[in-house]
């Protein structure tokens, strides 16, 4: 049995836990705190190894970062302090980890990842693609099971706005929107994104998908639609397993 560590950073929350990564299980309820505000690259990774130091692990670590990260190196962070954008987060992140071996995935590339692997995706053939709503949106797309980094669909301007800024779990919130309007726009995001890539599947994920109940009738689209399975795990899950084999 092999149990990393994998934490999972987001725009509202970071969360932990050590995972079973034979079983995509964790093995210790996960923990939690608030995602320091301004979210800068040092309060950030101060909240990360306090999290992670309330374990007993080791190994490397996975972490899923809310932003584009290409081997450590941060793209795009829109949902944390810009002064990310040009870093080295597994650097940084792994020096106030002890120096334990840190490897970084996109957040909702680990999610996808964890769904594809032991969720609600698991054995799916073709273009699967999991949404995360939650602060932002984030998009994961898979095909037979193999991971094409970084999309970044929840920038995509419909009709003149972000589609994060409508139809993200924060867009619900903020904007006091009802439900079925919140689901237009979510409905319209989906659809833009069949015309662009004919998805086989969708994974909804994020916090909100465990309230999918409440909006999966209304949304009309082509493409088959599943909850996410391993919900507000999965993050921690997916990033443990990026660790796992080194993404
Ligand atoms: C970021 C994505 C991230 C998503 C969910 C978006 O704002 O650009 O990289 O996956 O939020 O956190």
Known sequence: MTILMGVDIGGSGIKAAPVDVGTGTLTEP???????????????????????????SVGPIGVGFP?????????????????????DAATLLSSSLSKRPVVT??????????????GAAQGVLGVVVTVTLGTGIGTAVFNNGVLAPNTEYGHLVI????????ASGRARNAEDMGWRHWTRHLEEFLITLERLIWPDLFIIGGGISA????????LHVDTPIRAASLGNDAGIVGAALAAAEDF
């Open 211 to 218: 309230e999918f109940d409440r909006f999966c009738a209304d």
């Open 30 to 56: 996960r923990r939690k705190l608030a995602t320091p505000r301004p979210a800068t690259p040092d309060s950030v990774a101060l909240a990360v190894s306090d999290l992670a130091g309330g374990f007993d």
């Open 159 to 166: 009709a003149g706005v972000e589609a994060e800024r409508l």
């Open 105 to 118: 995935i996109n957040d909702a590339d680990a999610a996808g990842l964890a769904e594809v692997r032991f």
């Open 67 to 87: 932003g584009v990260v290409r081997r450590g190196y941060v793209g795009t962070a829109a949902n944390l302090e810009p002064s990310w954008i040009g870093l």
